[in-house]
């Protein structure tokens, strides 16, 4: 990306500005879990050699959040084809059924939106 002759093909230099951002993501994320993990080390040490509970359960607490973001990495591994960053379309039809059929598309709008939320994707209603 330093390269300034990379500037001469737009389309290239976006590609890679995407391939960094995706990058750095992970490396960030790994980089934070090194270090929760190490001060997670140190307090427990300290609490038990003082053997003190509330801090026992704090650090207890910091490694659920680590469990959290490892396994969220995880999942976003197991999307390692090159398609699977692309855009998705997803249609919901009512079809025919009258108001039942009206509320289920509505219940599978909403839960489609809840899980992009959860899973920090971007999702646009159309």
């Known amino acids: 990306m330093e390269d300034p002759g990379i500037w001469n093909d737009a389309e290239r230099a976006q590609a890679l500005g995407k391939e960094k951002k ?7 994320t790994l980089q934070g879990v090194s270090n929760t ?5 140190e307090l427990f040490d300290l609490a038990k050699e003082e053997n003190d509970e509330d801090t026992l359960l704090a650090v207890e607490t910091d490694l659920a959040a680590v469990e959290a973001k490892v396994a969220d990495l995880e999942f976003r591994r197991m999307f390692a084809n090159p398609a699977d960053p692309n855009n998705c379309f ?3 039809q009512a079809g025919a059924g009258g108001t039942e059929a009206c509320d289920w598309a509505s219940m599978l709008l909403r839960q489609y939106l809840k899980y ?8 646009e209603f159309l």
């Open 22 to 28: 995706s990058l750095e993501a992970v490396v960030g």
């Open 37 to 41: 993990l190490a001060d997670a080390q």
């Open 90 to 92: 997803i249609d919901i």
């Open 116 to 123: 992009c939320e959860k899973k920090g994707f971007k999702a």
